[in-house]
């Protein structure tokens, strides 16, 4: 079993990366429980790849370093993406590269489990997690878990974070060892590639099947 964490943090060290890696060493243990070897951890950092997801937008196609983050991430049973709060959004770093990825592959987070978490200066930005992280997921068909984890600068080593941590991770941990998970999904049946919302009737056609008669002549 393997979870993909991905980091959009900028510094070195980054609060950003060790929110994911705080939250992967407790749902690696509890994904594959009772066994006791845990869960294959693969830690993406998106500022090492900043230029090759500039370049994919230019060029067309993933540099390879992108093309194996890409691979990583679509063969994974399941997700902790992480980001910075910047202008009380996900950065654009984060945004960019789930953008390229569903541009190269619509479909690689369809069923996959997510868990959403970002860092902040401030807990005013906490509703990023709603606001923000969580639509983007939904509508790459993500399945996000319902406890996001929000870290402002005052929340570590305060009370409350690693409760947030606890509950997100176990939340993920039952995903991806359950049937929504790739973990268990039966074999022989794949996810849906397309959906209602793909099938779109033109709007002139809408407003011709809406059109009232005209008069009938006069006799």
Sequence with gaps: MKLVVVSAGLSVPSSTRLLGDRLAA???????????????????????????IAHTFTNGFPAPALADAFAEVASADGLIVVTPVFSASYSGLFKSFFDALSVTDEDALAGKPVLIAATGGTARHSLVL??????????????????????????WGAEGLDARIGRAATELAALVAGPAGTAGRPAGRPLPKRDSFEEVTPFAERLAA??????????
Excluded at 26 to 39: D, I, M, Y
Excluded at 132 to 146: D, E, M, N, Q
């Design 26 to 52: 407790v749902v690696a243990p509890a994904a594959t429980a009772p066994e006791p070897a845990p869960a294959d951890v693969r830690v993406i950092e998106l500022r090492d790849l900043a230029v090759e």
């Design 130 to 155: 709603d606001h923000a992280l969580r639509p983007l997921f939904a509508y790459l068909k993500a399945v996000v878990v319902p406890t996001g984890v929000y870290a402002a600068s005052e929340d």
């Design 210 to 219: 809406l059109s009232v008669p005209g008069p009938s002549p006069a006799p």
